[in-house]
């Protein structure tokens, strides 16, 4: 069986701002987030750009220990997938089910790019 490299990123910064890219596999049209990062034999997969944002589906605050607390949600975007990722919200606010977040660069611990949600201005409480 062939596998191979799927060779796209999953986000990409254009004019708007950051953008989340899923992918679509070509023969049943089925969106995933994040992209495979390999196909198997015959599968085939393009990039879609998911948006540059969606609304607060859920979220939590994680407190682990001694280190800072940090929020995780769900984002629902138009094309129908959930996305998870780290909150960035503003010091001392906190986020809402239903607020309207935008995707913004960060960075993960060991230094790889990576992304997360922030809230649109005017939407952070």
């Known amino acids: 069986m062939e596998i191979t490299k799927y060779p796209e990123a999953h986000l990409r910064k254009d004019a708007d701002g950051m953008t989340?890219?899923?992918a679509r596999y070509r023969?049943?049209?089925?969106?995933?987030?994040?992209?495979?990062e390999f196909l198997q034999a015959g599968e085939a997969a393009?990039?879609?750009a998911m948006g540059a944002g969606g609304r607060l589906y859920t979220f939590t605050t994680v407190y682990p220990g001694?280190?800072?607390a940090y929020a995780l949600g769900m984002v629902?975007?138009?094309?129908?997938l959930r996305?998870?990722?780290?909150?960035?919200?503003?010091?001392g606010a906190e986020p809402a089910i239903g607020d309207a977040v935008c995707v913004v660069a960060s960075t993960l611990p060991?230094?790889?790019?990576?992304?997360a949600f922030a809230p649109l201005k005017g939407d952070a409480a």
């Open 46 to 48: 393009e990039p879609i």
């Open 66 to 68: 001694k280190a800072p």
């Open 76 to 80: 629902d975007f138009d094309n129908g």
């Open 27 to 36: 023969d049943t049209g089925a969106l995933r987030f994040p992209p495979p």
């Open 110 to 115: 060991d230094g790889t790019p990576d992304y």
């Open 20 to 22: 989340l890219l899923g």
């Open 83 to 91: 996305v998870f990722g780290r909150l960035a919200w503003p010091e």
